[in-house]
């Protein structure tokens, strides 16, 4: 059939162009933000938290900042590196009979009068609750470091929970300062937490509630009035959300928001960002450490001798010089070296190619026609792999292309997408060589066995497939030392092994330049955590 | 004619139900067999270990046959939420839903300019052939289809937001003014301006040669000789002959009015879909990204059948069969 005009062309085409204009902004609408600047604070990220169920979460990042302002652990930790009760009465000791002298049981003394900000009492139910849910294999908790040793858990009254471990492990502490505490009133009726409806509303016991949020824009919170440390001292924290960085410091340079925290200042930005008035540039030291990483199965890096002179080829200082405008301090560890486990013996070695030189003929490998080094038919030829995007690194990779370049290596750089090269090329240890930040595995404590320990092949995360019989036998002393100064002399003496044999071969440790409104005081870096709202519940205007 | 009308519509919607169904299948297998996945994402958290890996694999039912995955995810598409979201276990049309209304408004309202001063621009390039004019809009429209949005996006910030001062740098409104229509605006301006410039750029090309095409043809010639005025053979007898091909074109870009702009949407924090998918595609977030894809694809359905319609209503040459 053929249509007939039965409506005008012209009414048609104008109608048309009418309606386009015709827009929807309804939905748009959220409740009221304070309108006094001094009643909230901003806080900005690039991301958005997507999962607000603490233990849910998948990376620490973004998701930290719901953590931090809606939930409570049973301790924090400060920006010393001590422990500081938080939703347990005390810190459990050998001295206060918390911990039992063999160090398997620990028992914790629960604070009373703590609510849920739904108005229910915190009791220890939570906390078992919270341990079940951890261990519950239906759900996808991110992590059971630790809580995979807890052999018995028992509720001894409504304030008091008791725990005993299949072996004395002293970095327990970590597991439950960076697992916080869900109520068990709200999710013990869940069909599947992971689906459930609390991980987008959470109620927690923290310093603030969650009030709105607007997708793609930014979260309101609301101060608990009722928190068990004090009310905080500003009504509302806005999370807003930038996800470019550079346009995110315009926004700080401008005022439009007060802190800029979790991503940092472009490090070519730090000097003038350090001379804007009105404005505080806070150093934040980072649990990272950036490391070359190297596959010890591979036939050209099974000897020690050969990573260690690939490692001291490499010019590391330059690289944070010229790369990170020498923002970045040089770490001969996987801590940092303010670190109150750091061995301070231990010697930087870097950059010395005619050792270099001289330590890979030694080893075998001698330059073949083509000028690249041979052993038993291997070339030392390699791929090096890191996110691809990421400038600074590809920086440092093509220094070390060219540091390995001069004693006779070929490397090639090989980067893939983050969730291409962190996935089973990495964990099933793939790659010939990685560079890579990551901080300890334990919270901040110096045990790094599920890196380097034999028994973290495979199930662990020693993706090096690094093995030393020592090394393992000081990493399960040092677990067990409760002394400080034991601790600090076993984990050097790690440092200085992992230094001499080079599984992974430290590069710096992470910084970042946050900056936030100098009329706000509390605003503090704290290199023991990942999370730069730590102790929101201090913050406060002047 | 309008019940030919509504049968013509259940047509095309019958015959689009095998498509989507492709569409789906080689989007779910092309995004499962690609290298990677979602859980790179914990490998970055320093606790996690190869273990809590395959603990993790299991749990989020990534360990399933592709096909079990598959029709699992099937089956939640007619359940209505459209799948779970891997990080935050929320329903995927939900999340789709709370980006819609930030990318209408922008990419709807640029695209309108976008139109109305592309084709105003392509008629007077047509009408006036190798005068200044025309040879102007054709530099500018090659200079602002050659340089980035993200460039533009930067400097424009730069320049009215940092130094000027004049506009807000990003989102939609100033906290605290939230549903305040002028706020809105103030914010709209930036990226509105980026987006329509680089539309009008490239609209103004396709009206030029639709309009062109039309009025060298006899029956304007014919016009112009029975002594009619130069406008009204413009308007009343080329107009509606040159708009054709650009109605279809609008049909086919209809998806985009949806999907928003990756680029821009990040440079001015605007909360719109493009973020969604950006952000849902660093992290392998499979469920997202397939809703995502599957929305587009309606749409892309449904542009091409408005424009058929829309064509059919205004050209009487056209049936619809």
């Known amino acids: 059939m053929t249509t007939k005009l039965t409506i005008n062309r012209r009414t048609l085409i104008k109608s048309a162009a009418a309606s386009s204009l015709i827009l929807p902004a309804t939905g748009l609408f959220r409740p009221a933000i304070a309108q006094s600047n001094r009643e909230r604070v901003i806080f900005t990220t690039n991301q958005e938290p997507v999962q607000f169920n603490p233990l849910l979460y998948a990376n620490g990042g973004t998701d930290t900042i719901v953590e931090a302002l809606v939930f409570d652990a049973l301790w924090d930790v400060d920006d010393q590196g001590n422990f500081i009760p938080n939703l347990a009465a005390e810190l459990p000791t050998r001295e206060n009979g918390g911990i039992s002298q063999d160090g398997r049981t620990w028992r914790v003394n629960l604070k009373r009068d703590v609510k849920w900000s739904d108005g229910q009492p915190f009791t220890a139910k939570d906390v078992e609750f919270t341990y079940q849910t951890i261990v519950n294999p239906k759900v996808a908790v991110r992590s059971r470091s630790g809580f995979e040793l807890i052999d018995t858990f028992k509720v001894v009254d409504d304030y008091t929970v008791e725990m005993t471990l299949t072996r004395p492990y002293v970095p327990f502490y970590w597991a439950w300062q960076s697992m916080h505490i869900v109520p068990h009133h709200l999710l013990s009726g869940e069909a599947d937490i992971n689906t459930s409806g609390f991980n987008t509303e959470p109620i927690g016991t923290g310093a603030y509630t969650l009030k709105s949020r607007t997708a793609g824009s930014h979260m309101v919170y609301e101060a608990n009035a009722g928190y068990h440390r004090g009310a905080p001292k500003i009504r509302q924290f806005i999370h807003k959300f930038v996800p470019d960085q550079l346009v995110a410091y315009g926004q700080m340079r401008t005022g439009e928001i007060d802190v800029f925290g979790l991503m940092g200042i472009p490090y070519d930005r730090w000097d003038e960002a350090k001379a804007l008035p009105n404005r505080n540039f806070v150093l934040a030291p980072q649990?990272?450490?950036?490391?070359?990483?190297?596959?010890?199965?591979?036939?050209?890096?099974?000897?020690?001798?050969?990573?260690?002179a690939l490692y001291i080829a490499c010019e590391m200082q330059k690289s944070i010089d010229d790369i990170n405008f020498g923002t970045t301090p040089r770490t001969l560890s996987y801590l940092h070296t303010s670190h109150w486990a750091y061995n301070n013996a231990l010697k930087e070695e870097t950059a010395n190619p005619q050792l270099a030189e001289k330590m890979l003929d030694e080893a075998g490998w001698r330059r073949g026609a083509d000028g690249i080094r041979e052993k038993d038919g291997v070339k030392m030829k390699f791929t090096m792999s890191t996110t691809a995007g990421a400038p600074p690194r590809q920086a440092s990779q093509q220094l070390?292309?060219?540091?390995?370049?001069?004693?006779?290596?070929?490397?090639?750089?090989?980067?893939?997408?983050?969730?291409?090269?962190?996935?089973?090329?990495?964990?099933?240890?793939?790659?010939?060589?990685?560079?890579?930040?990551?901080?300890?595995?334990?919270?901040?404590?110096?045990?790094?066995?599920?890196?380097?320990?034999?028994?973290?092949i495979g199930n662990g995360a020693n993706y090096t497939q690094y093995k030393n019989p020592e090394v393992d036998r000081l990493l399960d002393e040092g677990v067990t030392q409760t002394d400080v100064?034991?601790?600090?002399?076993?984990?050097?003496?790690?440092?200085?092994?992992?230094?001499?044999?080079?599984?992974?071969?430290?590069?710096?440790?992470?910084?970042?330049?946050?900056?936030?409104?100098?009329?706000?005081?509390?605003?503090?870096?704290?290199?023991?955590?990942?999370?730069?709202?730590?102790?929101?519940?201090?913050?406060?205007?002047? | 004619m309008r019940s030919d009308l509504l049968g013509y519509v259940v047509r095309r919607i019958l015959h689009s139900i095998p498509l989507v169904f492709g569409v789906s299948v080689i989007g779910f297998g092309i995004m499962h067999l690609a290298p990677g996945g979602p859980l790179s994402v914990y490998t970055l958290n320093g606790s996690i270990t190869a273990a809590d890996i395959e603990r993790l694999r299991v749990s989020l039912g990534l360990d399933q046959p592709l096909h079990v995955q598959y029709f699992g995810w099937v089956k939640s598409m007619l359940e209505g939420s459209w799948g779970y979201t891997l990080f935050g276990g929320r329903p995927v049309l939900d999340v789709i839903l709370e980006r819609l209304p930030a990318t209408i408004l922008l990419m709807g309202t640029s695209t309108a300019l976008a139109v109305l001063i592309g084709t105003l621009l392509g008629v007077l390039g047509a009408v006036r052939r190798y005068s200044i004019f025309d040879y102007l809009a054709t530099t500018g429209a090659m200079l602002a289809l050659s340089f980035p949005t993200f460039w533009f996006g930067l400097m424009a910030i730069y320049i009215f937001a940092i130094e000027l001062r004049w506009l807000p740098s990003g989102g939609m409104y100033d906290f605290g003014e939230e549903g305040n229509v002028l706020n809105l605006l103030q914010h709209l301006i930036l990226p509105l301006l980026v987006l329509t410039l680089v539309l009008v750029a490239s609209w103004s090309r396709y009206a030029r040669s639709s309009f062109l095409e039309v009025i060298q043809q006899d029956y304007v010639r014919t016009?112009?000789?029975?002594?009619?005025?130069?406008?009204?053979?413009?308007?009343?007898?080329?107009?509606?002959?040159?708009?054709?091909?650009?109605i279809a074109l609008l049909g086919v870009q209809l998806p985009t009015l949806f999907s928003g702009a990756l680029v821009a949407e990040t440079i001015f924090s605007w909360p719109g879909m493009g973020r969604l998918f950006v952000d849902a595609l660093s992290m392998k977030e499979y469920s997202v990204l397939m809703g995502t894809v599957m929305f587009t694809a309606l749409l892309v359905i449904l542009g091409n059948l408005i424009a058929d319609i829309a064509i059919a209503l205004i050209d009487p040459r056209v049936k619809l069969s």
Not at chain 1, 404 to 431: A, D, H, L
Not at chain 1, 507 to 528: H, P
Not at chain 2, 226 to 239: N, P, Q
């Open chain 1, 287 to 308: 649990p990272y450490v950036q490391f070359i990483y190297f596959n010890t199965e591979k036939p050209q890096f099974t000897d020690p001798k050969v990573r260690k």
């Open chain 1, 400 to 456: 070390f292309q060219q540091n390995w370049k001069q004693i006779g290596v070929e490397m090639e750089i090989k980067n893939m997408p983050g969730s291409v090269v962190w996935g089973e090329y990495t964990t099933k240890s793939q790659f010939d060589t990685l560079l890579v930040a990551w901080e300890p595995p334990v919270g901040m404590d110096p045990d790094y066995a599920s890196r380097c320990h034999s028994k973290a």
């Open chain 1, 485 to 542: 100064e034991q601790r600090k002399e076993t984990y050097g003496k790690v440092q200085q092994i992992l230094l001499d044999e080079v599984p992974f071969a430290p590069q710096f440790s992470v910084v970042q330049g946050n900056m936030s409104t100098s009329a706000l005081n509390g605003f503090k870096a704290n290199q023991y955590v990942t999370d730069a709202c730590w102790n929101v519940h201090e913050w406060a205007w002047a």
């Open chain 2, 223 to 246: 016009a112009r000789s029975k002594g009619l005025s130069g406008s009204r053979v413009l308007w009343r007898h080329a107009f509606p002959n040159a708009v054709i091909p650009l």
